[in-house]
């Protein structure tokens, strides 16, 4: 039998949803072409891969040509040994040479096209022998921080979950029906809303952090109310953002008032309570592991998920666990750079009972390899919107899949 090796490589310069430049792959493996386009982050770790050489994306585009030839002739059905092998091109720690998008591209149109060349889907490539299940669809519903404009609240997702749901296509509906009604409830407080959305797709009206809770909280009532489905809440504070360390201090412009970490922890514990939420991300900064651990200590029954904290970093979340920091881990491949180490991170964290959230990027591409990620990760939840092609792009590819496994259940959340 023919192996399956890397025969060609081609890179070019695309655009993701906001319009910044962003890396593309062609890979070729027995003549079956796999595509990736990377997506890219506003509300960055600091810990994470960087997109390209700090030359800029063409110097990174330029690098490929020296070492092109290093990929030609491996192995594309292991992701570890390539992502091993362009960890060794790279030589940097976080693909600063090469550049996390190339690297990003590279792993994921390889993975592609021996899948495409074996005949089998991505998701099945990944995880050959199952089980397969949905992850919870985690629907930004109402935009702040770094993805929406100043008059935007300062937490930075307003998310919904269907928790009540008995397939993929329910949860997509709910999620759709959720996003439709915190419009019209903003319009019922702003007559002069313009309809106006952040990076993903959420709405971005003029309000403050406890509006933006009323609202998405009264939208998932009477939605909940119509459908009979039960609608909790969550939310990404994406406090890093917020964080101010010679202040010492969270510091939320927009409403005016600045937490310090025993505030801030407060505050988690009366929205948990108010708006009983069931997902918590990044709710303090990058390096609080400790504060991470206290509330992870108070609250047994709410995802208390680790992004810019664990950057997808295998390390990172190791210490995480030592330390009880959190009970969930986000998974954005970009941010560990390539395909085999955010596998490996997705191993350590389901070995240690961490829940994984599979997740997009606020810049996105019309890719459809999260849906994949998902389900091969065991993700108990993805977070990829409600709206917009770069968001229902994932979305609609579970609807095919759940399609093709005639009928996939959904994961077993723990809340
Ligand atoms: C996030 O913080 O979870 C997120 C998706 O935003 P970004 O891609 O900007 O990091
Ligand atoms: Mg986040």
Redesign the pocket.
Known sequence: MKKACIEAIKARICYDSRGNESIEVDVKVNSFIGRACA???????KYEAVDFNPKGIEASLKLLSDYSSKLIGFDASDPYSLSQLLREIDGTENFSRIGGSMAYAISMATAEAFSKSKGIPLYKMLLPNGPYLMPYPLGNVLCGG??AGPGAPDI??FLICPLGVKNIREGLKINIAVHKEVRKQIEKKDPYFTGGKG??GGWAPYVKDEEAFELVSSASQIVSDVFGVDIKLGV?F?SSSLWNNNEKAYIYNRSKVKRSPGEQLDFIMELVNKYHLIYL??PFHEEAYDEFAELTKKLSKVYIAG??IFVTNTYRLLKGIKMKAGNAA?L?VNQAGTLGDALNFAENARKHNYALIT??????TSDAHLAHIAIATKSKMI?SGVVGGERLSKLNELLRIDEELSGCGMAKLEV
């Open positions: 997506p890219k982050g506003a509300s960055t770790g770094k993805h930075q997702e990076d993903e990404d994406a991300e990044d992004d810019d986000i954005k997740s997009h990027r606020s810049g996105d977070k």
